[in-house]
């Protein structure tokens, strides 16, 4: 599965990041993993990366509540999945002041399980430490 990420920064310092993870989950477990390649998000600009995410999806006989719920997606068409990406890096302002911080985003969405595997709604937060 491929999935387009984006790094806005409305800042004036630019904030150059780590490789990171972004991990997908399907009710509360993990289905999914791409690896979020080093970046420069400059100041006041937008970053777009294109991810690919692993999917391991097996069937597990011991919740069955699980299945219950991917029947049902399955026959309505869409699916709520979640994702959370770290990204640690460093701010840079004019050179002269440098901070390490750690952004950590949750998003949820609702996938169209149809041909174009499009997204019918995404709400994210997200948590900066410096």
Do not use: W
Request: hydrophobic share 35%.
């Amino acid at each position: 599965m491929t999935a387009d990420m984006s790094v806005k920064n409305p800042n004036i310092a630019s904030f150059k990041f780590n490789p990171g993870t972004t991990i997908l989950y399907y009710y509360g477990s993990e289905i999914g993993q791409a690896n979020n390649p080093a970046g420069n998000a400059q100041a006041k600009k937008t970053m777009q990366m294109y991810l690919t995410i692993n999917l391991y999806i097996e069937a597990d006989s011991s919740t069955p509540g699980k299945l219950q719920h991917l029947t049902n997606d399955l026959s309505s068409g869409e699916m709520s999945l979640n994702s959370y990406t770290v990204l640690n890096g460093r701010v840079n302002v004019l050179n002269i002041f440098k901070k390490n911080i750690e952004i950590k985003m949750n998003c949820t969405m609702t996938v169209v399980i149809s041909s174009t595997m499009s997204l019918k709604d995404m709400q994210c937060t997200s948590e900066v430490k410096l």
